[in-house]
Every structure is written in C-alpha cells, then in structure tokens.
C-alpha cells in the first residue's frame, strides 16, 4: 500500500510538469506514493469525487483556480465519508488564501505554498510519524492550537532536480514545459508574478536545460515533442537567450519550441536566431488597444510598438499569439473600441489574437485598489470559466466565499453595459 495518492489536473496535450517535480521530490526521498491525473473535460463535483474516492490515506492534490470550486466541493464529500483521511492542497488556486482556507474549512488539512518539491515529502514523513511540529517545513501552512500558521516559502522553485518523466507513458503528450528562469523584474498592475516570484530573475544554467531537453528526448522516444519555454521574462536577458539557441544549434537538438514574448524586448536579429533554432511559436501579451490603460497599468509599450513587433515577429516565427485584456474597472468604451480595432487589424495579418477579461488576481496592483468593488454574477463573462455551466452547489460556494473565489468575480467599469454590447457584436463576426 502507498503512503500518498498524489493527484493533479490533466490539461490538453501538456505533461504535468509540476506533478512529474513533486514526484522526483517524492522518489527522492523514499515516499511510496500513487499518481493519478484527472483530465478537464466536463468536469463535476460527481465524477471527481469518484475518481478521488479511491485514494489512500493521504491525499495531496495541486490545482489551478479555474478546479478550485469544483475540487473543494469534491473534498468535502470526501471527508465526510473518511474523516480519517489527511487531505493537503497545493498550487496557484489554493496558495493565495491557503490561510483563508483553513480558517473556513476544516476537511482541509495542509496547503502548501511556493515550491512542493521538498515540502510535501516532508510532510509525509512528519504524518507518517505522527509528529506534531512542522515550523521547519518551507511554505506549509496549518493549524496548531487552533491558530494557523503559515511558514516561510520559497519564491523560486528547487531547480536541482528534473521531473519524474519516467512516470508518464510515451507518446502521451505532446508538449513539455521547461523553466529557465523564475522572477519578473517589471511592474505591470494587473498581475500577480512579481510579488508572487519576486522581481530578481533566478537563471537556470542553461547546460542543465539542454541536458533536461535531451532527456525528455531520450525517455520519450519522439521526435515531434514541443518543448514549451514557460518563463515570465524568457527574452529579458538578450545575450542568454542567443546562448540557449546557439547550444540547441550546436548539440544538433532539433526540436519545435514556444515561449513568451515582450513587445519591448523583441527585436529582428533575435528573432530570425530563435526561428533557425525551432522557436514555432510565441506569445505576447498586449493587454490593449488603447494607450491610455497601457499607461496605467504600466506595460512599456504602445500599441503601435506592438503591432509593428507582432508583424515582425510574424516574418519568422510561424505562430504569432497576441493575447489583450477588456474590463479594466477603468476602461471606457472608446478603450475597448480601440482593443476590438487593433484585433481586427492584427487578424488581416494573420496572428492570432485571444481576448480575456481581466481576471482579478489578490497581489496585484488593481486588485488592492479595486477589490472592494468586485462583483458577481452567475451569467456574466468570467476570465476563469463559464459560470452559467457550473453545478449550482460550486456557485453556492462561490458566492459566499469572495476572499478565497474572488477569481470568479469581475470588475465594473462605468461604461461596462456598452463595453459588453460591443463584445458580444464582435463575438457575432
């Protein structure tokens, strides 16, 4: 029998890159342990429950918000029917209120913030002999005396260890993420990475990323595999970017890659390099049309610095995405407006452009400022999922609990009725 079901959230054709690190850490330091992945497609409370009924007696699970309501639904029928079981939670949906959590919610045991790798098997150990201290496990937060307590963690993740790629079946996936760095120098007020990660760049050295390449190669046997560079700032650092491209080039590793990019860091020379080297894919976060919220929410860039880099970028790599965001709680119609126009004239250039309400996230700048003005309701757009798709006890859930869901909740702007009816005009095209 194992010590731990170790359990996490199935997207697409993507490997569970945090579960495969949790599951060296886990070999690593003996733990016995299951790990099963759930997929996201139709998901209920119903069909998770079941798929988690059969677990062993400690049950560690990661999740992202958009699984959040669903999962804590799921583990509160589990608890019931087991009240011996030990549940810990993990990862970006339950970190920002782990504390929240365990205040409200007594099926839940443990939440582990920041890096897992080496946290969880200690924890383990701790339960399995039934120890009662756990002030020197990074990032654990718990209960003690009816206080809870919230240790120290890790802002970069352990980057001495590669995941457990030997757990996951070949051919199964067909694309893999590999973090160079971790930490975002720059202040964009609408997002959460810079207090989250921190603003320093922790660098990976760059030969432990190509041997990690040439592993995922080697152990999965396939020569179409995506390699999916997942940093916040991958082009920040010009000269280590050419460096990485130069030893792909150099070890003969012919592989497609993606990564993200940075309207004020892309430029002609590096991305025809990145393009010889297999980069078929990069990403830009725009955020909108208007200059008037790249201004406020500190971005760097214009929009028409952005659709020149957006069509140079399209010259070499062959998947441009361009990603905006409507809903500011300051954007006026004209804004959006200006959004819908820049879209449409990136579309007649053929890059891809994804349209997001904003989704207000509890360090950032925006949030602090605006989240007493967070609103809900069960038919509007929401960035994380459809609401009006969700089981009635998960809104029930929702709706009572905005400091740990507040995800599911948007902002108001004044002029948001004629911001909304010219979304869904543009929708209809």
Same mark, same amino acid.
């Given at each position: 029998m194992a010590d731990l079901t170790l359990v996490q959230f199935k997207y697409n054709d993507m490997a569970p890159a945090g579960a495969l690190y949790l599951a060296c850490g886990l070999e690593k330091e003996g733990v016995d342990f299951d790990l099963k992945l759930y997929p996201v497609v139709n998901i209920d409370p119903d069909r998770l429950y079941s798929f988690l009924n059969n677990s062993e007696k400690i049950l560690a699970i990661g999740c992202m918000t958009d699984m959040l309501p669903y999962l804590m639904v799921s583990l509160q029928k589990i608890k019931k029917r087991f009240p011996q079981k030990t549940i810990i939670l993990g990862g970006t949906g339950p970190a920002p209120s782990a504390e929240i959590i365990l205040k409200r919610f007594d099926f839940i045991d443990f939440i582990i913030k920041g890096d897992g790798t080496f946290a969880l098997p200690s924890l383990i150990k701790a339960i399995k002999n039934r120890e009662a !201290?756990? +002030?020197?496990?990074?990032?654990?937060?718990y209960r003690n005396k009816g206080k809870i307590v919230s240790n120290p963690y890790d802002l970069y993740p352990n980057n001495r260890i590669s995941p457990a790629y030997h757990r996951i079946k070949p051919g199964e996936y067909d694309e893999y993420t590999v973090n160079t760095s971790w930490g975002c120098p720059h202040?964009?007020? @609408? =997002?959460? +990475?810079?207090?989250?990660?921190?603003?320093?760049?922790?660098? &990976?050295? $760059? +030969?432990?990323? /190509? !041997?990690?390449?040439k592993l995922i190669k080697k152990l999965l046997k396939r020569k179409d595999i995506i390699i999916h560079i997942a940093d916040e700032a991958f082009l920040e650092n010009?000269?280590?970017?050419?460096? @990485? =491209? %130069?030893? $792909?080039?150099?070890? #003969? /590793?012919?592989?497609?890659?993606? =990564? %993200?990019?940075?309207?004020?860091? *892309?430029? #002609?020379?590096?991305?025809?390099?990145?393009?010889?080297?297999? =980069?078929?894919? /990069? %990403?830009?976060?725009? !955020?909108?049309?208007?200059? &008037?919220?790249l201004e406020k929410i500190k971005k760097g860039s214009t929009i028409e610095q952005a659709i020149e880099i957006l069509i140079l970028s399209k010259k070499y790599i062959e998947t441009v995405i361009a990603s905006f965001i409507f809903r500011y709680p @300051?954007?006026?119609? &004209?804004?959006?407006?200006?959004? $819908? +126009? *820049? /879209? &449409?004239y990136l579309q007649s250039k053929n890059i891809r452009c994804h349209l997001y309400p904003l989704a207000p996230v509890s360090r950032s700048q925006i949030f602090t400022r605006y989240k007493n003005d967070l609103r809900f309701s069960s038919t509007a757009p929401c960035a994380i999922n459809i609401l009006s798709d969700m089981p009635k006890e998960c809104i029930a859930l929702i709706k009572s609990n905005k400091g740990i869901f507040y995800n599911y909740f948007y902002y108001h702007p004044p002029e948001l009725p004629e911001i909304m009816r010219a979304f869904y005009k543009f929708q209809s095209y």
């Open positions: !201290e756990f +002030s020197d496990i990074r990032g654990l937060v202040n964009c007020t @609408f =997002c959460d +990475s810079r207090p989250m990660v921190g603003r320093k760049i922790e660098y &990976r050295d $760059l +030969s432990d990323i /190509i !041997e990690q390449i010009r000269g280590r970017v050419v460096r @990485f =491209c %130069y030893l $792909l080039k150099k070890d #003969k /590793i012919n592989i497609r890659w993606t =990564c %993200y990019g940075r309207i004020d860091r *892309a430029d #002609k020379d590096l991305l025809e390099i990145m393009s010889g080297t297999g =980069c078929s894919k /990069i %990403y830009y976060g725009v !955020e909108s049309g208007s200059n &008037r919220i @300051f954007e006026a119609h &004209r804004d959006f407006i200006q959004t $819908l +126009s *820049a /879209i &449409r």
